[in-house]
């Protein structure tokens, strides 16, 4: 199995080269095959949420992003997975997005917008920081201090890392084409 997931990053990372050559693949976050760390996020009516509660019956795609409200890269990765719950669904995934945004920011720009997937809060950062993700390229002075690295993570209904996509440049996202090779090309045990 973790032959699998680490056959399915290196297919995703070689999908993804043609759209940043100049960036390098990243490993951050949890190890795959590792169990993640609870959610401390909640939704945008404020209620606590899990993996678990996210999931599908093979599990979840996670997304941790910057920013709603003033990261134009993160909107517009927002706004180009709108068509990916339907094509995860039939793979047995469901779709989420985590920022440090507070639940009034994300609502905002899932009704403008039109997201039809949930948009979940970490204020504090607190999963943020439990999945290391907090990037240290800001000060606690700055209004980005908090925010993630831009990543994400299949994730199996009870916690398991699958495969994640990131990329060291915040500027590049992955497509929802090498998102869906990756989950393709998992083992089916999950």
Known sequence: MKFAAALAVAVAFSLAAPLAASAAAWDVGPAVGATVPPLHATDLKGAPVSVKDLSGKN???LIFFRSAK???????????????P???????YRLA?????????????TEKRGIPYPLLSDTGSVTIDAWK???MRYKPDSFAWGVPYASIYVI??????????AEEDYKVRPEL????????????KR
């Open 133 to 135: 993700l907090r990037d």
């Open 59 to 61: 599990g979840v795609v």
């Open 70 to 84: 003033w990261c134009p890269y993160c909107q517009k990765q927002l706004m180009d997975m709108k068509d990916a």
């Open 156 to 165: 199996s209904p009870k916690g398991v890392l699958q495969a994640k996509l």
């Open 86 to 92: 339907a094509a995860l669904a039939q793979r047995g």
């Open 177 to 188: 084409s090498v998102l869906l090779a990756t989950i393709d090309g998992l083992s089916p």
């Open 97 to 109: 997005a985590v920022s440090y945004d507070p639940t009034d920011v994300l609502a905002g720009f």
